[in-house]
T-cell receptor, first 114, second 112 residues
Framework: NAGVTQTPKFQVLKTGQSMTLQCAQD?????MYWYRQDPGMGLRLIYY???????DKGEVPNGYNVSRLNKREFSLRLESAAPSQTSVYFC?????????????FGPGTRLLVL | SQQGEEDPQALSIQEGENATMNCSYK?????LQWYRQNSGRGLVHLIL?????REKHSGRLRVTLDTSKKSSSLLITASRAADTASYFC????????????FGTGTRLKVLA
C-alpha cells in the first residue's frame, strides 16, 4: 500500500507556464483534497472532492483548477503560474466514519514559480 | 481566515519534559483532530476528539477539549527527540463550505 502519492516532488516554473500536479490514492477513500502550505500560514484548502465526479472550492481556489478523474486520482492544474503560487502542495485522501473523517496526506510537491 | 490558531507558535524543551500546545477555534465543531508534520513531510493523523468528549488519550498523547471556551490542548508526556515536529489542529466546522480547517501549527523542538 503506497497510501497517497504525489508527482512531481519538485518543480520550477516560469511565470505564465502551466502544469498539472498529480495525486493518487490506493486506500479507496471517497474524499480527496488539495492544500497549499506557506511559511507561517498552516495549510489552506484549495479544492476538495467529496466523491468521484464532484469538486468544490476551498479557501483559496483562484488560479487553480481540479479534476477528479476517478476514485483514485485527483489532479490540480495551474493554468498560468504566478510567483504567488510558490508553495508546497499537499494532496490528502479522507477516510470517513459517520461524521468523522481522518485525512491521509501525500509527501507534498514543492513548487517554485520564478 | 484560519479557524484554528495554535499557541505557542514555537516551543523548545528538554528530552523527558512534557510539551503542551493549545488550539483555539472560532465556530462550533463536530470534532477536532491533531496532526503532526515532520520537516519536509506530509501530515500524519495523531488523534481525534469528538465535541461531546472532554479528554482522550493515545499512548503518550493526551488531548482535552473545552467547547465552552472553543479550545483544545495537546499534551505530549516524556518527550523524545523524535517528537520534534510541527503540530496542527484541524477542526470540522458544523457550518461552512468545506470540511476541515487547519491551524497555523506549533513547532516543537525536543533537545536531547
Amino acid at each position: 500500500n503506497a497510501g497517497v502519492t504525489q508527482t512531481p516532488k519538485f518543480q520550477v516554473l516560469k511565470t505564465g507556464q502551466s502544469m498539472t500536479l498529480q495525486c493518487a490514492q490506493d486506500m479507496n477513500h471517497n474524499s480527496m483534497y488539495w492544500y497549499r502550505q506557506d511559511p507561517g500560514m498552516g495549510l489552506r484548502l484549495i479544492y476538495y472532492s467529496a466523491s468521484e465526479g464532484t469538486t468544490d472550492k476551498g479557501e483559496v481556489p483562484n488560479g487553480y483548477n481540479v479534476s477528479r478523474l476517478n476514485k483514485r486520482e485527483f489532479s490540480l492544474r495551474l493554468e498560468s503560474a504566478a510567483p504567488s503560487q510558490t508553495s508546497v502542495y499537499f494532496c490528502a485522501a479522507g477516510r470517513q466514519r459517520g461524521s468523522q473523517e481522518t485525512q491521509y496526506f501525500g509527501p507534498g510537491t514543492r513548487l517554485l514559480v520564478l | 481566515s484560519q479557524q484554528g490558531e495554535e499557541d505557542p507558535q514555537a516551543l523548545s524543551i528538554q528530552e523527558g519534559e512534557n510539551a503542551t500546545m493549545n488550539c483555539s477555534y472560532k465556530t462550533s465543531i463536530n470534532n477536532l483532530q491533531w496532526y503532526r508534520q515532520n520537516s519536509g513531510r506530509g501530515l500524519v493523523h495523531l488523534i481525534l476528539i469528538r465535541s461531546n468528549e472532554r479528554e482522550k488519550h493515545s499512548g503518550r498523547l493526551r488531548v482535552t477539549l473545552d467547547t465552552s471556551k472553543k479550545s483544545s490542548s495537546l499534551l505530549i508526556t516524556a518527550s523524545r527527540a523524535a517528537d520534534t515536529a510541527s503540530y496542527f489542529c484541524a477542526t470540522d466546522a458544523t457550518s461552512g463550505t468545506y470540511k476541515y480547517i487547519f491551524g497555523t501549527g506549533t513547532r516543537l523542538k525536543v533537545l536531547a
